[in-house]
Nanobody
Framework: QVQLVESGGGLVQAGGSLRLSCAAS????????MGWYRQAPGKQRELVAG???????NYADSVKGRFTISRDNAKNTVYLQMSSLKPEDTAVYYC????????????WGQGTQVTVSS
């Protein structure tokens, strides 16, 4: 079993920055992808950014150029550096780990609130 614990959310003014962290623990399969999703009230959960164990990244168009995802494999931790935050970035941000194997297991963190005031 794998546990994911997020930290770093909070309240920030528009234009500000926040850094989210997600630490994974437990029996982690080495070939995996980690990512950040977000869910705003009344909306579906959406992918924000993802990164594989060999550092391939992808981003939602809405955050390209503002957010940066990175990971420290030695610490089993993934980060999301968020800059130039906008009120529309307000959401609960969830960490995700997906094992790249069959059968594939997917794990979620409990979520951390990010609120951007205008």
């Amino acid at each position: 079993q794998v546990q994911l614990v997020e930290s770093g959310g909070g309240l920030v003014q528009a234009g500000g920055s926040l850094r989210l962290s997600c630490a994974a623990s437990g029996s982690i399969f080495s070939i995996n992808a980690m990512g950040w999703y977000r869910q705003a009230p009344g909306k579906q959960r959406e992918l924000v950014a993802g990164i594989t164990s060999d550092d391939n990244t992808n981003y939602a168009d809405s955050v390209k150029g503002r957010f940066t995802i990175s990971r420290d494999n030695a610490k089993n931790t993934v980060y999301l550096q968020m800059s130039s935050l906008k009120p529309e970035d307000t959401a609960v941000y969830y960490c995700n780990l997906r094992e790249i194997r069959f059968p594939m297991n997917v794990y979620w963190g409990q979520g951390t609130q990010v609120t951007v005031s205008s």
